[in-house]
């Protein structure tokens, strides 16, 4: 089964954190069918870097202004010809050479499988820790819970039939999507698959990304008491993570093996 990987980076203004994702791109023994670069950025160093340096023939570039994440990536998506779509921002690295080969063995070992994720690699409370539990369908109450979009590898019929992501979600547009192909085949790996850089937006504005996780549960699935326990509990772990006590607490945490939970 000759399956066709599109890695999609967007970015803006960082030009260093581009080049280290296209290097760890470039490390996979089996290279991508393409990789499509959506740069959004108001300088020109990027697009610079890009006219300098010789490219692989797989990699291109889109060098034009966006509304946001939420259309950069649906640029990506667009102009993918892929048959498996992941996003991989800029900055974002995969964790070794092999992730591209153990994704194409899953979905060529199962031609119904329409999409899987894995572990991945996060710097919380100052220290990197391995996170990344399997979907569940009935703890989408928690959001996006231990799942990153940058380990999602999603066949591309799925945007086809699901839509793109809503431009009018600026942060939880992923959650957004993962809702919407809730029901549809997908597997777990437990191999860590990426490096998540950490200083996100979604992480820094973590107020804004859980009033619209609310949104879109109300919108998807109705109005849920738990999601906004929930919500709650992770508003005050996040004001406590910024503490040296939490910290502290979280270290504790990691040393008992409980970073998942």
């Not at 950069?72 to 080969?101: C, M, Q, T, W």
């Not at 940058?150 to 699901?162: A, G, I, P, R």
């Not at 600026?170 to 777990?188: P, S």
Request: charged letters at 25%.
């Amino acid at each position: 089964m000759n399956l066709r990987i599109t890695v999609v980076t967007i970015c803006f203004n960082n030009p260093e954190d581009v080049k280290n994702t296209c290097a760890s791109v470039d490390a996979q023994m089996l290279k991508p069918f393409e990789h499509i670069i959506v740069n959004g950025s108001t300088t020109g160093d990027i697009a610079d870097w890009h006219k300098s340096v010789a490219q692989p023939a797989y990699r291109t570039f889109i060098h034009e202004r966006d509304k946001g994440i939420s259309d950069a990536f649906n640029k990506g998506i667009l102009h993918a010809k892929g048959d498996i779509i992941v996003l991989l921002n800029s900055a974002d690295e995969f964790e070794n050479e092999n992730v591209l080969g153990i994704v194409t063995e899953q979905f060529a070992d199962d031609p119904e499988l329409k999409w899987l994720h894995g572990k991945y690699k996060f710097n919380r409370g100052g220290i990197w820790v391995e996170l990344g539990k399997t979907y569940d369908r009935a703890l989408l109450y928690r959001g996006m819970r231990a799942i990153c979009h940058q380990t999602m590898f999603v066949k591309k019929e799925l945007y086809n039939k699901y839509g793109l992501y809503d431009v009018e979600l600026k942060l939880a547009m992923d959650f957004d999507f993962l809702v919407r192909i809730r029901d549809e085949k997908f597997i777990f790996l437990q191999e860590v698959m990426v490096k998540f850089a950490p200083g996100g937006t979604s992480a820094i504005h973590v107020s804004k990304g859980l009033n619209e996780n609310t949104l879109i549960i109300d919108r998807y699935l109705g109005y849920s008491i738990k999601h906004r326990i929930w919500r709650t509990r992770i508003l005050i772990l996040s004001t406590l993570l910024s503490s040296e006590l939490g910290k502290i607490l979280y270290k504790l945490k990691v040393k008992m093996k409980l970073e998942n939970m």
